[in-house]
């Protein structure tokens, strides 16, 4: 019986010790509550700020939140239905008078700002070089002819040449034989010149000596 009743009071003596920190903590947690029910009332409290609208002009129904210390925002003004349709008539009429659809003259520039673009022929030296490495060919209908036939004669080859470089057209002018000037538009019109921009048309004269 002596031993229980020194446990019991060892217990006794313990729960009072303790009691003084359990009842701090109990205190820090109410003073806590308190405060942060007091925040929650403060904030309910705080004046709230209207919505600042940022497109009453244009009437798009788009609202942006006024910041803190913002100035207070101007109130929308309505527009008269008056106003409305005079505004969208001078559009119209803007629009008709800028006409997207009508014809353009020309897709290039005139008066002074027109760009001058001179189509190059051949030039002298290519068409001597061509005719200068055709020259046996040339020798060769000139052996052809009889002879008898084979007077000293000038003559000069007329030439249409394509762009592309090939012979449109060749004849012969001057006095020459009928076989000589059959065989040299023959031999001539397979002749290939250099390119060009456009059409070249030339005069080539060639002198033939008498060969017996």
Known sequence: MKLAGT?????????VTASPALAGKKAQKAHGAKGKKAQKAAKAEAP??????????????????????AAPAEPAVALDDTVVEERA???????????????????????????????????????NDTIRA???????????????QRDAMTVALA???????????????????????????????RWQFPHADTTTEVEYPMVFSTVK
């Open 48 to 69: 709230t700020e209207a919505p600042r609208s940022i497109c009453d002009q244009l009437g798009i129904g788009f609202v942006d939140v006024a910041r803190p210390g």
């Open 89 to 127: 008539a001078d559009a119209m009429a803007r629009a008709q008078a800028f006409d997207l659809t009508r014809e353009r003259l020309s897709a290039a520039p005139s008066g002074d700002a027109a760009p001058v673009i001179e189509l190059k022929t051949l030039t002298e030296t290519e068409v």
């Open 134 to 148: 055709h020259a046996g060919e040339l020798q060769y209908c000139w052996a052809r002819v009889p002879a008898a």
């Open 159 to 189: 030439f249409t040449i394509r762009a592309e470089g090939d012979v449109a057209s060749v004849s012969i002018l001057g006095d020459a034989p009928a076989k000589f000037a059959a065989c040299a538009r023959t031999v001539a019109s």
């Open 7 to 15: 446990a019991l009071l060892a217990v006794a003596t313990i729960a």
